[in-house]
């Protein structure tokens, strides 16, 4: 067989999850093999709210990973409302790939190293034709990082958060009144996390620093031109008043 090439590509995945938790198109699974991979995606789901699927395809019809992969998420949106938190992995078994997605609320807590990291620990079962078992390998080490973090959305207020609040999930609206707070646009060959990639956010009381990955430059423009709009973010430091960005609304 010869080497499988192996891609992990990041792009933003929805709104509402779909009961179909698996597309095996390309055939790689059995009944028996996607029954327990459901299985563990639904304890996953139930958990967690982590939603993931699994879409298996014969050919990628010329097209490149990521061009697939946002078809499929206009059809199979994953992640809950807000908070971004869906997951797609794809395989294409003509092309020989398969490809991570990650919504914008798991970049935080699974990023292009801890993807890459999944990826390469996928392809010693591929390479033995196990499809089900790197899958399940890689649904294994998702769970243990995503299960270490809160997922519960808390609609507190910017007015409101206190540092009884580190960790957890905020909710609120919010308005950029001076309409002059500029952002860095980022570019592909940024890093995916920068100290740069951040903007002010004006409160009555206190100003929060809002953080972004280099993904999310249509989310900061809708917040920045926007009279009025609701963010998701994670508070996950007090000292330094740091919010990261999940999603909007």
């Keep these: 067989m ?22 095996d198109n390309g055939y790689f699974f059995s009944d028996i093999e996607k029954s327990e991979l459901v299985s563990i995606m639904n304890n996953l789901r139930n958990e967690s709210t982590v939603e ?13 990973p ?14 809950k409302k807000g908070i971004n938190n869906g997951l797609l992995i794809l395989l294409s078994k003509n092309d020989r790939k398969v490809q991570i997605l990650n919504g914008y609320g798991i970049e935080w807590i699974i990023p292009d190293t801890k993807t890459q990291k999944i990826v390469d620990q996928m392809i010693p079962f591929f390479k033995q034709q196990k499809f089900f078992d790197g ?6 080490l998702i769970e243990k990082d995503v299960s270490k973090t809160g997922w519960k959305i808390n609609e507190i207020g910017l ?40 903007i002010k956010l004006e409160s009555d009381q206190i100003e929060f620093n809002l953080f972004y990955s ?4 249509d989310l900061i423009s809708a917040i920045l031109t926007k009279k009025n709009i609701t963010i998701y973010a994670r508070l996950t430091d007090w000292k330094s008043k740091r919010l990261e960005l999940l999603g909007i609304e």
């Design 2 to 23: 010869n080497r499988i090439l192996y891609l992990v590509v990041f792009t933003f995945f929805g709104i509402t999850a779909q009961s179909q938790l698996i597309v």
């Design 52 to 64: 993931t699927l699994i879409y298996t395809t014969i050919s990628l019809n010329g097209k490149t």
């Design 66 to 79: 990521i061009e697939y992969g946002k078809e499929i998420g206009m059809s199979y949106q994953v992640g």
């Design 135 to 140: 899958v399940k390998n890689a649904l294994t």
């Design 159 to 198: 007015n409101n958060i206190s540092e009884n609040d580190v960790g957890k999930i905020i909710k609120f609206d919010y308005s950029n009144k001076s309409g002059k707070t500029k952002y860095k646009y980022a570019i592909d060959t940024d890093t995916q996390f920068s100290n740069d990639f951040q």
């Design 214 to 217: 280099k993904n999310m430059n």
